[in-house]
């Protein structure tokens, strides 16, 4: 049964109102009593865990501008880890249809995943994302959070990765004990940090172990549904062994005219998107990420009501995606 220490903490996590932290605890305790064989009070304190869950946040989702409570990293999590509670959802994102299935499926199986168990099933909770810069791989992350109203967490590497040997390692273990502990969505974003070819030339035997362990964390059974979206730019610098770790593989992509003009039409519809406008302004969009989409849309929308006008014209939508191509092309030239 619980020890006195997690019936301490249980008591001061309720003092504190932390009803998060107190959830952790209890799968905690679930987790030690499935151990010692004692799988039908393992079972029912998780059910209890899902049921807490599952009232809280109904009842926190009501007032849009009400205070929601996150779990916070504590200790040297704190430095870690970031935390927030995105609102947004499936329908903000402007990806391919395969792309935006392959999510849904996804969210499905997390929302059902104790369907799934019965049957000894598992639901999905691992995710690479693949794709250039801008296109849409820390918004799915926010996406994916907000349709199941969990906190994101995100890994911060400049606080992880470290000269000392072995460090690395302890604080990535620390980061998969708070993913088995508290229940979230975790990214990794830029991963290939840590998760680059362990063949490689420039490699050293450091990283290799940093890897090494991330691989041996990934794969350990965990007492929560935690979700862990790694996410990169550069695929081709990864691992191989890594891609076959991952429950699935998602590959993003730049848009094409038709996603651009859905996006641009989605951030213009209050200034009057005109569709006669596409066939002058298709070619601007080429080569141009949901991100710079996005921002010279909201360009235009700050020019706009800064100049008390009702509506948005093509010439001046097409000023602001050159720039943005402008802007590309230097950087581009700069990173050859």
């Known amino acids: 049964m619980a020890t006195a220490r997690q019936i301490a903490a249980l008591l001061s996590s309720l003092n504190q ?16 009593e499935a151990k010692r064989g004692r799988k039908a009070v393992a079972d029912e304190l998780r059910v209890l865990v899902e049921q807490g869950r599952s009232k809280g946040w109904r009842e926190r989702t009501r007032p849009s501008d009400a205070v929601i409570p996150i779990t916070k990293p504590r200790g040297e999590l704190q430095n870690l880890l970031t935390s927030s509670y995105p609102q947004t959802k499936l329908t903000d994102l402007i990806l ?30 691992t995710l690479l994302l693949v794709g250039p810069s801008g296109s849409g791989k820390t918004l799915t992350a926010s996406a994916i959070a907000g349709e199941l109203h969990l906190p994101l967490y995100g890994v911060r590497f400049d606080s992880v990765i470290t000269r000392y040997m072995g460090e ?3 604080k990535l273990r620390l980061i998969f004990d708070q ?38 964390f990934l794969e350990e059974p965990r007492n929560t549904d935690s979700i862990v979206l790694c996410a990169t730019n550069h695929a081709e610098l990864l691992d191989r062994a890594l891609f076959r770790r991952f429950d699935e593989v998602l590959e993003y992509e730049l848009p094409d005219h038709g996603l651009a003009k859905e996006l641009l039409r989605s951030r213009l519809a209050a200034f009057g998107f005109d ?25 235009v929308m700050k020019y706009v009501i800064l100049a008390g006008k009702l509506r948005a014209d093509a010439q001046l939508l097409q000023d602001k995606l050159q720039k943005k191509r402008t802007t590309r092309d230097v950087l581009d030239h700069l990173e050859k």
């Open 179 to 216: 993913i088995g502990a508290t229940r979230g969505v975790y990214l990794f974003d830029e991963f290939d940090a840590i998760g680059g070819k362990r063949t490689a030339d420039n490699d050293i035997g450091e990283m290799r172990r940093v890897l090494n362990s991330f691989l041996q």
């Open 96 to 125: 391919k249809a395969k792309t935006v299935d392959n999510l849904s499926d996804m969210i499905e199986q997390q929302r059902k995943r104790e369907a799934l168990r019965h049957h000894g099933l598992v639901p999905i909770s």
């Open 275 to 299: 569709e006669t406008w596409w066939p002058t302004i298709c070619q601007d969009t080429e080569g141009l990420s949901h991100a710079e989409l996005v921002a010279a849309a909201e360009d």
């Open 168 to 170: 690395t390692a302890s």
């Open 17 to 32: 109102g932390d009803e998060e932290q107190c959830f952790a605890i209890a799968l905690q305790v679930a987790a030690s």
